[in-house]
């Protein structure tokens, strides 16, 4: 599958480093690991997703609404 091809993981705005990884752990209860993108400088999805393709989307979806938030200004409506 293409979205887990680890080079479609996008680098990271902390630092730029590609050293992104996939971590998984199983929370107790659970039958199936879910599933998160990590940065070596630390960096890290705050969410966890149930497949390993779900988490690189939502790595690089997070990580997109970052670049637009920095690249956009602003608008503010003056009251008068």
Do not use: Y
């Amino acid at each position: 599958m293409k979205e887990l091809d680890p080079h479609t993981i996008r680098p990271c705005l902390a630092c730029g480093g590609h050293d992104v990884h996939l971590e998984s752990m199983r929370p107790p209860g659970r039958r199936e690991d879910v599933w998160r993108v990590v940065c070596a400088c630390g960096q890290t999805s705050q969410q966890w997703s149930v497949s390993q393709g779900a988490a690189i989307r939502a790595w690089n979806r997070n990580l997109a609404g970052e670049q637009n938030d920095v690249f956009v200004p602003s608008i503010t409506r003056h009251e008068r």
